[in-house]
């Protein structure tokens, strides 16, 4: 077909014939009320999320607040039936198991995580991230009879050291997995930059890398403190309790989730209290770490600027 005609039925052939054209008004409009639609979506997801912690804090603050006194603090729990008494031996070997793990376990995450992200590469990457994952979902009571047959027997006493290596154990997956996703957030043009000065690759992941990333892996640190630090199923295998102060690591030392744990399942109404009441001090002392560790870190990037 050739002429007017022939050339109209070409036409109709072309991808997009017949497709009125679009108008801009509608399009953008459109666009706006679908933003408007997936923001408003996403805030009642965010409100959500956070509803759970709030009733959690508000229910544990309301339950504990009124057992909470200086005498919870400072003395020692009394023979069973008796009121009065304390949880200072909880508080202290908290304290010092949840320190000490985390001083044994954060070193070993933090070169696992630059190990995996700057120097493994591939397949080797790929498997260790899988065995770090692994060890992220065992079971915490299988931690406790992993370090009950590697610290207890051996030393033939339950210790507060043998509790702070399961600690230590449980925090390396967190800390470790988070450490390797912060450092990969870097943008690899600061390490190029880096080694064009001539910076060797060790001192360019110590000086500049690690620093760009310190935010992020301080937050994975905090995480795995905060989930260390009420762990009752491995201290029962390892540091399994006292009911008075004590610092020796070789010892049974008691802590504030093995203390909750013993009186919220007794039979007495201030044990019940006062569970509740040591629940609030270890959410207090929770997040009075992790508010002293964003204050130092602002200081040091303000110091830095």
Do not use: C
């Given at each position: 077909?050739s002429g007017a005609?022939?050339?109209?039925?070409?036409?109709a052939r072309?991808?997009?014939?017949?497709?009125?054209?679009?108008?801009?008004?509608?399009?953008?409009?459109?666009r706006r009320?679908?933003?408007?639609?997936m923001r408003?979506?996403?805030?009642?997801?965010?409100v959500?999320?956070?509803?759970p912690?709030?009733?959690?804090?508000?229910?544990?603050?309301?339950?504990?607040?009124?057992?909470?006194?200086?005498?919870?603090?400072?003395?020692?729990?009394?023979?069973?039936?008796?009121?009065g008494?304390g949880?200072?031996?909880?508080?202290?070997?908290?304290?010092i198991?949840?320190?000490?793990?985390?001083l044994?376990?954060?070193?070993i995450?933090?070169?696992?995580g630059?190990?995996v992200?700057?120097?493994a590469?591939?397949?080797g990457?790929?498997l260790?991230?899988f065995?770090v994952?692994v060890?992220a979902g065992?079971?915490?009571?299988a931690?406790?009879l992993?370090?009950?047959?590697l610290?207890?027997?051996p030393?033939?006493?339950?210790?507060?050291?043998?509790?702070?290596?399961?600690?230590a154990?449980?925090?390396?997956?967190i800390?470790?997995r988070?450490?390797d996703?912060?450092l990969?957030l870097?943008?690899?043009?600061?390490?190029e930059a880096a080694?064009?000065?001539?910076?060797?690759?060790w001192?360019?992941?110590v000086?500049?890398?690690l620093?760009?990333?310190?935010?992020?892996?301080?937050t994975?640190?905090l995480?795995?403190?905060a989930?260390?630090?009420?762990?009752?199923?491995?201290?029962?295998?390892?540091a399994?309790?006292?009911?008075?102060?004590?610092?020796?690591l070789g010892?049974?030392m008691?802590?504030?989730?093995?203390?909750?744990?013993?009186y919220?399942?007794?039979?007495?109404?201030?044990?019940?209290?006062?569970?509740w009441?040591?629940?609030l001090?270890?959410?207090f002392l929770?997040l009075?770490?992790?508010?002293?560790?964003?204050l130092?870190?602002r200081?040091r990037?303000?110091?830095?600027?």
């Open positions: 077909m005609d022939g050339t109209l039925a070409g036409a072309l991808p997009g014939a017949g497709i009125p054209p679009r108008v801009p008004g509608r399009n953008m409009a459109r009320t679908t933003d408007r639609v408003a979506l996403l805030g009642i997801a965010a959500i999320a956070a509803v912690l709030v009733l959690v804090l508000l229910y544990v603050l309301v339950q504990g607040l009124p057992a909470l006194n200086l005498a919870l603090l400072t003395q020692a729990p009394v023979p069973a039936g008796f009121p008494g949880v200072a031996p909880a508080v202290v070997g908290t304290l198991m949840v320190g000490l793990g985390t044994i376990g954060t070193p995450a933090v070169l696992a630059i190990y992200r700057e120097y590469g591939g397949r990457a790929t260790i991230r065995l994952d060890l065992v079971p915490t009571i931690i406790g992993f370090a009950y047959g610290v207890v027997v030393m033939g006493s339950f210790s507060a050291l043998a509790g702070a290596v399961a600690l154990v449980i925090i390396i997956p800390v470790a988070i450490t996703e912060m990969g870097v943008p690899g043009s600061v390490r080694y064009a000065l001539g910076i060797p690759p001192k360019t992941i000086r500049v890398v620093p760009a990333a310190s935010g992020g892996i301080v994975g640190i995480l795995g403190v989930r260390i630090a009420g762990e009752t199923a491995p201290l029962i295998f390892t399994l309790g006292n009911d008075r102060v004590s610092t020796a010892e049974p008691d802590a504030l989730p093995l203390r909750i744990w013993v919220a399942s007794g039979p007495y109404d201030s044990w019940h209290a006062q569970a009441a040591a629940s001090v270890l959410v929770v009075a770490f992790s508010l002293l560790t964003r130092a870190l200081r990037g303000a110091a830095r600027t």
